[in-house]
């Protein structure tokens, strides 16, 4: 799930939110069980927004070097980094 999936939801509850994904082709690559994930308060009815702001900042990228080949990350960076025009 990317971070704009997640933003478009918040604010919806547990039972809606699945429901969308099971509307959602395969390519947006997210399940029921990735929306289970999510820090969910008051029996499901919406997550907490300080936990999911916390996602969003610190953890995704403590994520991202969890489930990124480093090797993969490097070459990525050096195609992506903007370089100079002249």
Same mark, same amino acid.
């Given at each position: 799930?990317?971070?704009?999936?997640?933003?478009?939801?918040?604010?919806?509850?547990?039972?809606?939110?699945?429901?969308?994904?099971?509307?959602?082709?395969?390519?947006?690559?997210? @399940? &029921? %069980?990735?929306? +289970?994930? !999510?820090?969910?308060?008051?029996?499901?009815?919406?997550?907490?927004?300080?936990?999911?702001?916390?996602?969003? @900042? &610190? %953890?995704?990228? +403590?994520? !991202?070097?969890?489930?990124?080949?480093?090797?993969?990350?490097?070459?990525?960076?050096?195609?992506?980094?903007?370089?100079?025009?002249?």
């Amino acid at each position: 799930m990317n971070e704009f999936q997640i933003k478009s939801y918040v604010g919806t509850n547990l039972q809606d939110m699945k429901a969308k994904v099971r509307t959602m082709p395969p390519s947006c690559d997210i @399940t &029921e %069980d990735d929306v +289970e994930l !999510l820090p969910w308060i008051l029996g499901g009815l919406a997550t907490d927004v300080k936990k999911m702001t916390k996602l969003f @900042t &610190e %953890d995704f990228e +403590e994520i !991202l070097q969890k489930v990124v080949d480093p090797e993969e990350a490097e070459e990525f960076e050096k195609r992506t980094t903007a370089r100079p025009l002249l």
